[in-house]
């Protein structure tokens, strides 16, 4: 009978991928890994990308020091149109950083394994985009130097922010989210960093991996504390992936601005957030495993698994579209019929909808066909096009909501200035700037939770015998 059950259970085996390959080791795990960062030498590739990025970055700094000098003048903002690359490019950045923490702490807590080999470089996705978006919120105000204002601090003219607003909420939502993120990332990097310490051979790269991991020798009493202080703020993450994309989406629900006072804007948003996000992770993994050979680490399961997520998410999406939709036409407010009709049809932004559409709604139903899941070259390209629809779409929700609003006399066409593209390039370079120097300097990949889950995959293959009677 046992041997029987053992053969019934080869064919699940082999229809699910394993979340570790076999044939590795304890030393073999940390070898691959920390190799990356202290015996793989510069790449070629790498090079070419650091240049091309910190020009970018450079390219950022230069906009926002011309910002600084002369105004949000220079931007493409007009009037009704007030909000508009600033605020897009926010919600864009905001969006991505939810996928992080969704692997790293919603799948720790659900203990799912599959999350070990992707929430590093997730977690620093999270950082990165976060780091992106608080550009955005601070300079749009169009003087930046008093934006302590929007903190409640002691001060004699008794001046205090207004509370009720969805813009007060979203500094205590972003700062908070920012906060978290940081310490979370950095306490899972902990005990990696004393491993980089103890194998390095450079004096000063001992001194510094030293200084950041806090003196961790890998003490009982340390691995409780770890333990400890991981799962607090694992939990402490869960309720912001949920709250912090809520509260920017009341940034637009609280309005009387026509298809932006709806409440399904919340999920909506969420969802929104979990797409774009699984797909900037899909975007960057998949290139990831194959340049630094991690293919044994992130395995066709993971790449399979945030697929069905993205699929998941933008099934939620395309939802909340058809909500949006729905909910203009049982109105009966003429204002809301006329908006949507202008943003499919007759209005001067129609291609920008329907781009919205073909990337959001009908790209990602080719992951439906199982073949496509494995196929690599199709998921990078859907994820591409997902992160480009999404941009749309929240292009669509600003700026085609605003251009046209209840006023005739006001209606005015928007277009982006020089410096609104120049901006937004420079974040997505200062991003991959960030993200290669993470990849040089800091292991991609936990090595000391790919070791926990090789010792809990070969306990799992253990033999069991029965008992005996």
């Known amino acids: 009978m046992l041997n029987e059950a053992k053969q019934e259970s080869v064919p699940i085996q082999r229809d699910a991928p394993p ?16 190799s990356i960062v202290l015996a793989r030498p510069v790449e070629r590739g790498w090079m070419i990308g650091i240049v091309i990025s910190f020009m970018l970055t450079i390219q950022l700094f230069t906009a926002i020091t011309w910002l600084l000098l002369k105004g949000i003048g220079i931007w493409g903002n007009n009037y009704p149109v007030m909000w508009a690359f600033d605020i897009i ?4 950045w905001i969006g ?4 992080g923490t969704l692997i790293s702490a919603i799948l720790l807590l659900l203990r799912q394994q599959w999350r070990t080999s992707i929430n590093r470089f997730a977690e620093a996705v999270t950082l990165f985009a976060v780091i992106n978006a608080s550009f955005y919120p601070l300079l749009h105000t169009g003087r930046p130097w008093l934006d302590y204002w929007l903190f409640p601090y002691p001060n004699t003219m008794g001046l205090w922010p207004q509370f009720r607003s969805p813009l007060i909420w979203d500094v205590f939502a972003i700062s908070t989210y920012a ?12 005990p990696d960093l004393a491993t980089l310490r103890d194998r390095s051979k450079n004096r000063y790269a001992r001194i510094i991996y030293g200084l950041f991991a806090m003196g961790w020798r890998g003490a009982a009493r340390h691995w409780r504390r770890y333990e400890q202080a991981y799962f607090l703020l694992a939990a402490l993450s869960t309720p912001l992936v949920i709250s912090v994309h809520t509260i920017v989406s009341y940034d637009f629900a609280f309005s009387v601005v026509p298809g932006w006072h709806s409440t399904v804007f919340p999920p909506y948003f969420v969802a929104g957030a979990l797409f774009a996000g699984f797909a900037m992770v899909l975007l960057i993994s998949i290139p990831l495993r194959r340049i630094y050979g991690l293919e044994d680490f992130i395995t066709l399961r993971h790449i399979r698994n945030m697929a069905i997520i993205m699929l998941v998410s933008g099934l939620g999406v395309s939802y909340g579209y058809l909500t949006e939709i729905f909910t203009a036409w049982y109105s009966g407010n003429p204002y809301e019929i006329q908006l949507f009709q202008e943003r499919f049809f007759t209005g001067p932004y129609v291609w920008a909808a ?12 080719v992951i439906w066909i199982r073949s496509v899941r494995s196929n690599m070259l199709v998921l990078w390209i859907v994820s591409l096009l997902v992160s480009i629809g999404m941009w749309f779409e929240r292009f669509i929700i600003i700026v085609q909501s605003l251009h046209r609003n209840n006023i005739p006399s006001t209606w005015e066409f928007y277009s982006p200035t020089f410096w609104d593209l120049a901006m937004y390039t420079g974040t997505i370079g200062f991003f991959t700037f960030l993200l290669l120097l993470f990849i040089r300097f800091l292991p991609v990949i936990s090595i000391f939770e790919m070791r926990e889950l090789l010792s809990k995959t070969e306990s799992a293959q253990e033999p069991h015998h029965d008992r005996p009677s």
Do not use: R
């Open 19 to 34: 979340v570790l390959e076999a044939g590795h080791t304890y030393g073999s795990i940390t070898d691959k890994i920390s």
């Open 89 to 92: 490019n926010f919600v864009w």
């Open 96 to 99: 991505i950083g939810h996928a």
């Open 179 to 190: 906060t978290v993120s940081m310490l979370f990332w950095y306490v899972g990097l902990i």
């Open 354 to 365: 329907w781009l919205m559409i073909f990337c959001n709604v009908v790209a990602p139903q």
